[in-house]
């Protein structure tokens, strides 16, 4: 199989795919490109979290002020000015987890800060001001126009809701941000120019029905729903790619006996997740023929058909979310091995060569029964005891209990992305090519039966099962 065709300058995914023409995830997403835009000094590792922070607001606020925009041009005579303002309260609800994140582990806990050069830290944010001034035009043309019921009344939630956050990211600014006058300004700490330009969704061109693609394009333009489609899936990867980071540390921790580091790391993985739970649901904000809208496109041109469509593109082909898969402990899954390793069915092979590195490095849960090993264990049994009684190693027994919870928000974010699909197409392929039904497999939901392509079952095993199955055999006394 070839690569995938590069689009510009941005650096190789590691895939191969069946036509090197057709729109790819990692393209589509402009994901090699978007994992370079954080500048992270190797003396404080622990500043990805606050940089990612502010990249990830920052790509959210394009999509709210995309959708005001939009919204306000229009005449009140659609839903789509609800769809926007609701679009946006959702996104609200989903900052106040974020800002808990931010609050407990970048403020409290790790007292993170950043030089800029800008005098008024409030003033930083070029796009959190437009948005502010688009807020109160809101106000005003609601007011003067009168509109629907819905409208208005999403309207003042709207800003009940911006209100309550605009107060919380004044203050992660000022807590966050400090003048000096030789640092870089907050756009070029966060690259912004760049991270702006990454949502050109780009695909394959215009190819004639019956044919395959020859060449890949960026489209003249694409629609507040693509847009926020684009961005949604950039905002996962920049936290997988924190957690990534974060599992790797805990790895080293514990390979190096420091259990009470590797718990801290863990614990701040679980406060993401608790957000990335919610962030899945947004693409439900779009109707169903939104989405439908821009997933397939055709158009005729003397007297010929051609099309341009998102498929066989998918988010099954993040390389971050694999790798976090094979060094939490599907490594050693042998139907798991079978699907990085594809198929001449499939129109790609999703094992990169960073994959195959991680293939033969040690696991999560491995380095985890190193150290109880070390403390002269042999049972995972006897790491509990009630909580009333003096536990020789309650450190490890929390680490247990912490990777139990890493391993229930895997289940439920699979179920919930199910349920997020559904919502949106029912049970019809979205832009992937193994569909809503492999997915309900994977989540344990139901066996697939239409376009099936592999053999063996494809539900994936927690990560942790030996810890969950201790909790099948403790008994007391």
Same mark, same amino acid.
């Given at each position: 199989m070839p690569k995938p065709v590069v689009w510009n300058d941005d650096p190789a995914c590691g895939h191969d795919v069946d036509n090197p023409y057709q729109t790819h995830y990692c393209t589509y997403i402009r994901v090699p490109r978007l994992l370079t835009l954080q500048n992270v000094p190797a003396t404080n590792p622990a500043k990805l979290l606050l940089i990612t922070a502010f990249q990830w607001y920052e790509l959210w606020f394009k999509v709210l002020l995309v959708d005001l925009r939009t919204g306000l041009a229009d005449d009140g005579s659609t839903y789509e000015p609800v769809k926007f303002l609701r679009r946006g309260i959702e996104l609200f609800h989903l900052f106040d987890i974020h800002a808990d994140l931010a609050e407990t582990v970048m403020l409290s806990d790790l007292r993170l800060t950043q030089p800029v050069s800008a005098? &008024?830290?409030? %003033? /930083?944010? /070029? $796009?959190?001001?437009? *948005?502010? %001034? *688009?807020?109160? $035009?809101? /106000?005003?043309r609601e007011r003067k126009r009168g509109g629907g019921l819905v409208l208005a009344e999403a309207a003042r939630e709207y800003r009940a809701a911006f209100k309550h956050f605009r107060a919380?990211?004044?203050k992660f600014l000022r807590a966050t941000l400090n003048y000096q006058p030789e640092a870089p300004t907050y756009a070029e700490w966060l690259r912004l120019p760049e991270l702006f330009a990454l949502q050109n969704g780009v695909r394959a061109a215009w190819t004639p029905v019956g044919q395959k693609p020859a060449a890949v394009m960026e489209p003249p333009s694409i629609n507040p729903d693509e847009n926020m489609f684009v961005i949604v899936h950039q905002c996962?990867?920049?936290? !997988?790619?924190?957690?990534?980071?974060?599992?790797?540390r805990s790895l080293g921790a514990l390979q190096n006996g420091n259990v009470s580091q590797a718990l801290h790391l863990i614990r701040r993985i679980l406060r993401v997740q608790r957000m990335l739970g919610p962030q899945i649901q947004i693409p439900a904000t779009m109707l169903p023929l939104d989405f439908l809208r821009f997933? #397939?496109?055709?158009? &005729?041109?003397?007297?010929? &058909?051609? !099309? =341009?469509? *998102?498929?066989? /593109?998918?988010? =099954? #082909?993040?390389? $971050?979310?694999? #790798?976090? #898969?094979?060094?939490?402990?599907?490594?050693d899954d042998a139907v798991f091995r079978t699907y990085l390793t594809g198929t001449d069915k499939l129109p790609i092979r999703l094992l990169t060569p960073r994959q195959a590195e991680r293939l033969n490095q040690p696991t999560l849960f491995e &380095?985890? $029964?190193g150290v109880v090993r070390a403390r002269g264990l042999t049972s995972l049994d006897d790491l509990f005891t009630p909580a009333d009684v003096h536990n020789p190693n309650d450190d490890l027994a929390q680490l247990a209990d912490a990777f139990i919870d890493f391993d229930d928000f895997f289940r439920f974010w699979r179920l919930g992305h199910v349920a997020m699909v559904q919502k949106m197409i029912g049970t019809k392929s979205g832009t992937g090519f193994l569909g809503p039904e492999y997915l309900m497999e994977t989540a344990g939901l139901q066996i697939q039966e239409k376009n099936r392509i592999f053999t063996d079952r494809q539900t994936r095993p927690r990560f942790f099962e030996e810890l969950w199955a201790v909790r099948t055999r403790l008994r007391v006394g």
């Amino acid at each position: 199989m070839p690569k995938p065709v590069v689009w510009n300058d941005d650096p190789a995914c590691g895939h191969d795919v069946d036509n090197p023409y057709q729109t790819h995830y990692c393209t589509y997403i402009r994901v090699p490109r978007l994992l370079t835009l954080q500048n992270v000094p190797a003396t404080n590792p622990a500043k990805l979290l606050l940089i990612t922070a502010f990249q990830w607001y920052e790509l959210w606020f394009k999509v709210l002020l995309v959708d005001l925009r939009t919204g306000l041009a229009d005449d009140g005579s659609t839903y789509e000015p609800v769809k926007f303002l609701r679009r946006g309260i959702e996104l609200f609800h989903l900052f106040d987890i974020h800002a808990d994140l931010a609050e407990t582990v970048m403020l409290s806990d790790l007292r993170l800060t950043q030089p800029v050069s800008a005098a &008024a830290p409030l %003033a /930083a944010s /070029a $796009q959190f001001n437009d *948005l502010t %001034a *688009l807020v109160r $035009q809101l /106000a005003a043309r609601e007011r003067k126009r009168g509109g629907g019921l819905v409208l208005a009344e999403a309207a003042r939630e709207y800003r009940a809701a911006f209100k309550h956050f605009r107060a919380r990211f004044q203050k992660f600014l000022r807590a966050t941000l400090n003048y000096q006058p030789e640092a870089p300004t907050y756009a070029e700490w966060l690259r912004l120019p760049e991270l702006f330009a990454l949502q050109n969704g780009v695909r394959a061109a215009w190819t004639p029905v019956g044919q395959k693609p020859a060449a890949v394009m960026e489209p003249p333009s694409i629609n507040p729903d693509e847009n926020m489609f684009v961005i949604v899936h950039q905002c996962f990867e920049l936290w !997988f790619k924190v957690m990534l980071d974060h599992i790797d540390r805990s790895l080293g921790a514990l390979q190096n006996g420091n259990v009470s580091q590797a718990l801290h790391l863990i614990r701040r993985i679980l406060r993401v997740q608790r957000m990335l739970g919610p962030q899945i649901q947004i693409p439900a904000t779009m109707l169903p023929l939104d989405f439908l809208r821009f997933r #397939e496109q055709k158009q &005729a041109e003397n007297g010929a &058909a051609y !099309f =341009t469509s *998102l498929s066989p /593109a998918s988010g =099954t #082909e993040s390389y $971050q979310f694999r #790798e976090i #898969e094979i060094v939490c402990g599907l490594r050693d899954d042998a139907v798991f091995r079978t699907y990085l390793t594809g198929t001449d069915k499939l129109p790609i092979r999703l094992l990169t060569p960073r994959q195959a590195e991680r293939l033969n490095q040690p696991t999560l849960f491995e &380095a985890f $029964q190193g150290v109880v090993r070390a403390r002269g264990l042999t049972s995972l049994d006897d790491l509990f005891t009630p909580a009333d009684v003096h536990n020789p190693n309650d450190d490890l027994a929390q680490l247990a209990d912490a990777f139990i919870d890493f391993d229930d928000f895997f289940r439920f974010w699979r179920l919930g992305h199910v349920a997020m699909v559904q919502k949106m197409i029912g049970t019809k392929s979205g832009t992937g090519f193994l569909g809503p039904e492999y997915l309900m497999e994977t989540a344990g939901l139901q066996i697939q039966e239409k376009n099936r392509i592999f053999t063996d079952r494809q539900t994936r095993p927690r990560f942790f099962e030996e810890l969950w199955a201790v909790r099948t055999r403790l008994r007391v006394g």
